[in-house]
């Protein structure tokens, strides 16, 4: 690509280089002792001759929205984003993120040239270095750490902003991926069994919200969380929906709501358990739903607590929690006062009963649901909850029969606490005896713009030879602090170790232990300065080449283009795996540049599929890189599960997890946080919640690195007025916030948007914008072991946290 001049310096890209290559032989002493920006970063001016074109692209996966955007480079400088006018109506989208960007991509956190390290691990001392000497470098700590300790001493992982876009690496070297990754996942692991993997991202679309009577925003902040989203939320309660926010926090989506429900932290499943005792003592259930579409009439040896199934006919069990095929279940027959197989077309189905078969006694699972709930009083739900019982009865009167409703949920907030699961299970339970799922205007789960996927574009997708595999995982990320394993090497793409972690302290005492380190990331993130060789990459909005990543999102296919050089020495995912892959001679199984791969992804699609038709590279070059899949527009509408079929063994809504019976989880059993409850002895050292969630400024830590927002959103520290006073503590204060796992310092905001008692941060960002530490020291680091039984594994319990605040 040609050079770029910045009319204000008048450099160019690559003189700079030259120039700021000397820095080398004086060192780096952290992102603050790097290579000036000053001039490179300065914003392009207007001026007579022009230069001025538009760049497309697809952005942030990771908030699952798909935004196409329109971009203006000037002067081959990124100075507007706006949302696309390539993309249906519908899908003209565009958040704060997004309009960021501008800044974002400038600044002066980039990193940019690779470096290693001089100092001990976390003084963050550099020198700057070649690409090929980092590249060689790396690949000879990685073949010797293999060499010397096998295959899956090496740990690969990719996360955040940088390596988003392959896992190549990892397999053709075979190393450890650090298993399941405890993110946003807890509420999940308890409804896999019920709906079917994945399940917490619905088919179901946000904008059938104004076909739902109700919905409930469980610990989800869709307002600030998924802005471009918040637009279908408030037309549904334009349409008359009756939206209810619960959340510990008086967010920006339960000032929208009709209802807020300041639930105490972690407690979120008492209340839902509360709501099925009223439903249940009122008779308010659906009777022909359960018996059509969930495993509640399926009977149960009450000894042993097991399912009565047949031992020849068998149901195909999907990999949720084990992939061996189980026998058909039995429920028991009215009309012949049998037990007969569940899918039996003849059968009329009992939902409660007793009765004696081959000698041992069984019920029915519903019965036993009965049971269990006669365990959990409304009373005793208002009590652990801290809301008040007859607005419990009265929220499980409106779910039940004021439908259909929607529980919407957010992969945050009551998400992370080590009793996520049993969280999730219990709504499972609740929508299954309602029947509010699959039918038009309910549902639970997270809810997204229509399916990251649909109307589903047909593309090819790029695979490696079988041979061509990562190490089957040995152990967690989050336990490798903890307990004994193989890795002695690792290689991250973006900040891993701080972003997937409680207790970051431990983490990075663990990091500092490993033979070899290394990080690509764009930014100076947290785990650079632990890093022995840090590689700098590109923002979605730079290549080498003038295309980049095609993706499909929301019923479209976007191929970025128009793409700016690389800033500084950075380089793109693609040649960043390639010039690894080259080091082991492996470098022709991947393709040799974005043009290549996207032609691949595109080639014969369209006879494959009729709603591509038309959808070719040449093509998409023409239309400026956004073209509809066949069938999107604002009228479409995914119809979710409609059909009552779910990917569970029996194809039915699963109430009843005997894989737990040795835990004694088959039904949800109510059990405290592990940290963050009201009578826990701890409260007298460290009496506040600590509560983290997701903001309108970052994704995670994504975008921590701009400068718009650390001007008015760096980390700060919400306090109730009534635990601000009581410790002296002023807006703009500096305030320490500790535990026994560690501290940090930070500036309160004092408000009233959270019940007393708790406190609130948005999501990690990197630990150089604190005063003091980073807020990961004082998070939990404990692992709930019921949980690793099941698919997602053990939940990083971010929130499930106790701390004491100070003036410092």
Request: glycine content about 8%; hydrophobic content about 35%.
């Amino acid at each position: 690509m040609s050079e770029s001049t910045t009319p204000r310096t008048m450099i160019t890209r690559r003189n700079f280089l030259k120039t700021t290559a000397a820095v080398g032989a004086v060192g780096l002493a952290g992102a603050g002792g790097m290579a000036t920006t000053n001039g490179w970063l300065a914003p392009a001016e207007a001026h007579a001759d022009g230069g001025e074109r538009v760049a497309h692209l697809c952005h942030q996966f990771h908030c699952l929205t798909g935004c196409n955007l329109k971009c203006t480079i000037r002067d081959e400088r990124v100075s507007l984003i706006e949302p696309s006018d390539l993309a249906e109506k519908s899908h003209r989208t565009i958040c704060l993120r997004g309009i960021n960007e501008v800044a974002h991509i400038y600044s002066e956190d980039r990193l940019q040239t690779p470096m290693k390290r001089v100092g001990e691990r976390g003084e963050g001392k550099f020198v700057q270095i070649s690409w090929d000497e980092a590249i060689d470098t790396i690949y000879q700590e990685l073949k010797k750490s293999q060499d010397a300790y096998g295959e899956n001493s090496v740990f690969v992982r990719k996360s955040t902003e940088a390596g988003i876009d392959f896992e190549w690496i990892t397999s053709l070297i075979h190393a450890e991926t650090g298993g399941n990754f405890g993110l946003d996942r807890g509420q999940t692991n308890g409804m896999c069994p019920a709906f079917g993997a994945f399940c917490h991202c619905p088919t179901r679309s946000n904008r059938e919200f104004k076909d739902a009577a109700t919905v409930i925003e469980l610990g989800h902040n869709p307002l600030e969380s998924a802005i471009i989203w918040a637009k279908h939320l408030l037309d549904a309660k334009e349409s008359g929906t009756y939206i209810v926010a619960i959340d510990p926090r008086f967010t920006g989506t339960a000032s929208k709501a009709n209802e807020w429900v300041p639930i105490l932290p972690g407690t979120d499943s008492a209340l839902i358990q509360g709501m099925i005792r009223a439903i249940i003592d009122n008779g308010w259930y659906d009777v022909d739903f359960i018996k059509k579409n969930t495993s509640l009439p399926f009977l149960v040896e009450k000894k042993s607590g097991k399912h009565y199934r047949s031992e020849t006919e068998m149901c195909p069990n999907p990999t949720v929690v084990g992939a061996e095929d189980i026998g058909k279940p039995y429920v028991w027959d009215v009309a012949e006062g049998t037990a007969k197989l569940y899918d039996d077309p003849s059968v009329q189905v009992a939902l409660e009963g007793e009765w004696t078969i081959n000698g041992s006694q069984y019920t029915t699972e519903f019965a036993l649901l009965k049971k269990w709930i006669a365990n959990y009083s409304t009373s005793w739900a208002a009590e652990t909850s801290g809301i008040d019982e007859d607005k419990i009865v009265a929220l499980a009167d409106r779910y039940a029969n004021n439908g259909p409703a929607i529980i919407d949920f957010g992969l945050g907030g009551p998400d992370k606490y080590t009793n996520a699961d049993v969280l999730g299970h219990s709504t499972s339970i609740l929508t299954a005896i309602t029947g509010n799922y699959g039918r038009k205007g309910s549902g639970l789960g997270f809810y997204g713009g229509i399916g990251a996927d649909d109307p589903v574009a047909t593309l090819n997708y790029w695979l490696l030879p079988e041979e061509y595999v990562p190490s089957e995982s040995q152990i967690a990320l989050y336990d490798m602090p903890y307990k004994k394993n193989n890795v002695h090497a690792a290689l991250t793409f973006g900040d891993v170790f701080t972003l997937e972690a409680g207790s970051a302290n431990d983490m990075l005492e663990w990091v500092k232990t490993l033979d070899f380190f290394a990080i690509c990331d764009i930014y100076h993130s947290s785990a650079v300065d632990y890093a022995d060789i840090v590689l700098p990459a590109c923002t979605k909005f730079e290549c080498e080449e003038n295309v980049k990543q095609l993706r499909a999102s929301y019923g479209h296919v976007m191929l970025a283009n128009g793409m700016i050089d690389p800033l500084f020495e950075s380089k793109s995912d693609l040649q960043i795996e390639r010039l690894l892959a080259a080091k082991w001679g492996l470098e022709g199984l991947l393709p040799k540049s974005y043009e290549e791969l996207a032609r691949f992804m595109l080639d014969g699609v369209e006879e494959l599929s009729p709603n591509m038709e038309g959808i070719t590279y040449d093509a998409l070059l023409k239309q400026g890189g956004c073209m509809p899949v066949a069938g999107c527009g604002e009228d479409y509408m995914p119809d979710g599960n409609a059909n009552q079929v779910y990917n569970t063994p029996s194809t039915k809504i699963e109430c009843y997890y005997d894989y737990l019976l040795d835990q004694g989880h088959e039904l949800p059993v109510y059990e405290e946080a592990n940290e963050a409850y009201e009578s826990n002895p701890l409260k007298e050292k460290y009496p506040l919640y600590f509560t983290q969630g997701k903001s309108r400024y970052r994704i995670h830590a994504y975008y921590s690195a701009s400068p718009w927002f650390q001007e008015d959103f760096g980390p700060c520290l919400d306090i109730n007025p009534v635990d601000a006073n009581a410790r002296g503590i002023k807006t703009g204060d500096d305030v320490r916030v500790f535990n026994d796992r560690g501290e940090f310092l930070v500036t309160a905001h004092v408000n009233q948007s959270l019940r007393p008692g708790v406190l609130f941060m948005a999501e990690t960002t990197y630990t150089k914008y604190y005063k003091r530490g980073f807020l990961q020291n004082v998070t939990n680091s404990a692992r709930n072991e019921r949980c690793y039984l099941m698919m997602h594994g053990p939940q990083i319990p971010y929130n499930d946290t106790l701390v004491q605040v100070e003036k410092a």
